[in-house]
């Protein structure tokens, strides 16, 4: 740029160095950062808060930290930017949710009005270490403070919700969503479904594969393997070959997981009949499962198997044997000798004739 008579400045350097960020090229990034300083153009505050941001996504806080200080030694001051990248930067990992709620203080103490960005980061951060009171606390302070959830927001409390099994919030959660008519999306509509199937509530599944039909999210094969472990867990296991129609007029073709959760189910009853008869299905149609998949319906099958079934239970173990190269090959007897001269007498079970 500069042999063509175009001087370089920070907006200039600021764009390179968001296109590399963004494609997940740091060195790049912290290059052109460098480069950039070594000419005399001083960094702005958009160039460091590029860098935390890359900075972030890489779960690197302490990169972050330092970056903020250096900043502070130019004499710029960290924004709201700054410190959302931060706060995702440490909710993004498991037991630094201290970390992330601290920067959000920090934050606060220095004057800087949190956004919905920060906000929905730190209800993240929260979410991913169990502790949904906590995101919850954050939520109802967000909307105190008048700042707007977003569908990031709402989709970041449904999974703290999700993973705390509290179905009677995520439906309190999800009713506020459509009350205040914010679309979700994809990711929103799987931890929906997911939340309700894991605790057995179909009907409420069944409402959330219908609300988002509405709005054009067709269900997936993902969708149906969700939707069928909510009625495996529900006790509605006689549902599940209705499921499996369902999908066949929608061309959607059963994956392993399709098939291993229909197993799991008729296994945990002991119909063992119906658990072989799909297991030959999955087989057949060239979707088998990986060895620990395998294992898993051995150990289910080993402690719920009833002596009656033990003709079918012996046909998996069978396959699943051979699947995971556990087959004993059985050694070959010597044959008896009167074998060779033995003959086929066609009436040896009828008695003898008297000869009267």
């Known amino acids: 740029m500069e042999k063509k008579g175009i001087s370089s400045n920070a907006i200039i350097y600021n764009t390179l160095m968001d296109a590399y960020s963004k494609s997940n090229q740091i060195e790049e990034a912290e290059s052109l950062f460098a480069e ?3 000419k005399g153009i001083k960094p702005i505050s958009s160039s460091y808060n590029i860098l935390m941001d890359a900075y972030s996504r890489r779960m690197q806080p302490e990169v972050i930290e330092d970056l903020m200080l250096e900043m502070q030694s ?17 909710g993004r990992q498991k ?15 220095v004057g800087i009005k949190p956004t919905s960005h920060s906000y929905t980061a730190l209800i993240h951060s929260y979410s991913i270490s169990g502790w949904h009171e906590k995101a919850y606390i954050a939520f109802e302070n967000m909307k105190r403070e008048e700042i707007n959830p977003t569908i ?10 999700r993973r705390a099994g509290d179905t009677v919030k995520i439906k309190k959660i999800w009713k506020s969503m459509i009350s205040e008519k914010i679309e979700g999306t994809r990711v929103t509509f799987n931890i929906l479904l997911d939340g309700f199937s894991k605790q ?14 509405k709005i054009g999210f067709q269900p997936t094969v993902m969708t149906y393997n969700i939707l069928m472990n909510a009625y495996a867990r529900g006790g509605k296991h006689s549902n599940l070959p209705q499921l499996l129609k369902e999908m066949a007029a929608l061309n959607l073709k059963p994956d392993s997981i399709t098939y291993s959760t229909m197993i799991y189910a008729y296994v945990r009853v002991r119909d063992f009949k119906r658990a072989f008869y799909y297991h030959k299905q999955m087989v057949k149609s060239g979707q088998v499962p990986d060895a620990k998949s ?10 719920k198997a009833a002596a009656k079934n033990r003709k ?15 087959v004993k090959h059985k050694k070959k007897r010597k044959k008896d000798e009167f074998w060779k001269t033995k003959k086929h007498h066609p009436g040896n079970n009828s008695l003898p004739h008297s000869g009267h």
Do not use: W
């Open 95 to 109: 037991k630094m949710s201290e970390m992330a709620a601290n920067a959000f203080l920090r934050m606060k103490k």
């Open 36 to 38: 950039m300083k070594e």
């Open 294 to 303: 395998y294992q898993k319906l051995r150990s289910i099958l080993d402690v």
């Open 312 to 326: 079918d239970k012996s046909a998996i173990l069978g396959i699943i044997n051979s699947k995971l190269g556990m």
């Open 152 to 161: 990031e927001t709402y989709t970041a409390l449904l999974d703290a919700f």
């Open 200 to 213: 057995g509530h179909y009907i409420e599944a069944r409402d959330v594969i219908s609300e988002f039909g």
């Open 74 to 90: 130019l004499g710029l001051n960290p924004n709201v930017k700054s410190y959302t990248c931060l706060i995702s930067a440490y």
